[in-house]
């Protein structure tokens, strides 16, 4: 069965630092989303990406964040000046139009 | 606003017993309604989705769900548990007429089981 993959799995930065987390989506879907859970918390939605631009942010996507999807098959989110409380596990996920999201297995950011 | 809430942060239970794990929803217009499974160092993965039709929806691993639209709820159960099923437990939802197909997830179950 096709799946989401994302990488690296785990990330290690400096405060200050710009991270990029990577995700391939499957191949056939048009919507990607980014969600993030920092630990002992809940899964929360962080922006909605379709037709090549975003569709939708929270108010946690502020503008240290940004999404791209660079050449079809990749979706990225770069934190350009990473801060403590952006330790979480980010979650990539995609659909196909009326289909339940696909998640990758995450990328845990740790941001000392 | 949408807001799904699990009642329960964690469950412990047996090997072989029943479990019940509760989920209810706020929301002014229809929603879809899932369960997600996330096993330790893993991604989130589907057990189940409510869309329409027969409220109760069947899902992996022997996993079933109730659709309660007057008690706003969709608790998820299984009638024998195994060791491997011990894991967090998310259930989630999105307005059916949304665009964005954005779900809002409960703050989770962590599962538990003994032997």
């Known amino acids: 069965e096709p799946e989401v993959t994302q990488t690296p799995s785990h990330q290690v930065t400096q405060m200050g630092q710009e991270v990029i987390l990577r995700c391939v989506p499957i191949?056939?879907?048009?919507?990607f989303y980014w969600y993030r859970q920092i630990l002992g918390q809940k899964v929360e939605f962080l922006v909605s990406?379709?037709?090549?631009?975003?569709?939708?942010k929270s108010e946690i996507f502020d503008d240290q964040f940004s999404v791209e999807r660079p050449d079809g098959s990749n979706f990225t989110l770069k934190i350009r000046s990473t801060k403590l409380e952006d330790s979480a596990m980010y979650f990539c996920?995609?659909?196909?139009?009326?289909?339940?999201?696909?998640f990758g297995n995450g990328t845990r950011l740790t941001v000392t | 606003a949408q807001s799904v809430t699990q009642l329960d942060s964690q469950v412990p239970v047996f090997e072989e017993a029943p479990v019940e794990l509760r989920c209810n929803y706020s929301?002014?217009?229809?929603?879809?309604l899932f369960w997600y499974v996330q096993y330790p160092n893993q991604g989130l993965q589907l057990l189940l989705k409510?869309?329409?039709?027969?409220?109760l929806v069947k899902g992996i691993n022997g996993f079933e769900a109730e659709f309660n639209k007057s008690q706003t709820s969709f608790h998820l159960r299984k009638p024998s548990v195994h060791i491997s099923d011990t894991a967090e437990y998310f259930c989630?939802?999105?307005?059916?007429?949304?665009?964005?197909?954005?779900?809002?997830f409960g703050k989770g179950t962590l599962l538990t089981v003994n032997p």
């Open positions: 996920a995609s659909r196909a139009g009326g289909s339940p999201l696909h």
């Open positions: 191949s056939n879907h048009l919507y």
């Open positions: 990406f379709y037709n090549n631009e975003i569709s939708e």
């Open positions: 929301s002014s217009v229809s929603v879809y």
């Open positions: 409510y869309l329409s039709g027969s409220t």
């Open positions: 989630a939802g999105e307005n059916s007429g949304g665009s964005n197909y954005k779900l809002t």
